[in-house]
């Protein structure tokens, strides 16, 4: 198992991504961290081989983290962060991460970012010595995030639908999603259909005395 470290301040959001790590297969959650403080003490302690490095942390920056694991550890680092300014982008790319991931995103852009790593993490490990072409191999395509959304929604109204969903655990209708977030039925029915789709939520038929079954929604657990 590819043992990993989530590093957020944010605790719903270090949960989600928790959630993520843990329905990869081949990786395992070993902690959680809020502040870069933690983060450098169980890095210390448990000896993670992957880092997902929040880049807002309450007490020093995710970089200055970085720089301390660069300088001190020998551990792998992916930035998950909503920072978007390219100072922070160039200064993470120098520090040598893996990847740069901008929240919010869904399962599948960890996903596939994990796969890759444990890709070359097997490739390297086969090898003894590596010639140009297994060099190339390694630092060649990486796979790019997928969008987040597809047009016509945004994130803005995705995280309206997405604390409608967490407020109701037992599930609800688009109906029912439209009145507590004041968007349109037929929009609250396109963000939550996103969410099943990219396996955030789930949906089963809630029967009535009439007329047709209605749809109702629901978060799959970690996600």
Known sequence: MIRVL????DFMVAKVHSGYVARTEGFEVVGVA??????????????????????????????????SLRANEDVDVIVITAATDVDTVRSAMRGGVLHYLIKPFDYS??????????SLRDKLHRLD??????????FGARPSSKPLLP???????????????????????????ASSTGVARVSARRYLEHFVSMGRAEVR???????????IYALVPGA
């Open 205 to 215: 038929l809630r029967y009535g005395g009439t007329g047709r079954p209605e749809r």
């Open 151 to 177: 047009k016509g929604l945004t994130p803005e109204t995705a995280r309206l639908v997405e604390g409608a969903l967490r407020a109701r655990p037992d599930g609800l209708s688009a109906s029912e999603c």
């Open 34 to 67: 809020h502040t870069g403080g933690d983060a450098l003490r169980l890095v210390s302690s448990l000896k993670p081989d992957l880092v997902l490095l929040d880049i807002y942390l309450p007490d020093v920056s995710g970089l200055d983290v970085l720089k």
């Open 6 to 9: 989530v590093v957020d301040d």
């Open 129 to 138: 010595s590596a010639g140009q072409a297994d060099v190339d191999q390694v």
């Open 109 to 118: 852009a960890l996903r596939d970012q994990l796969a890759h790593f444990a």
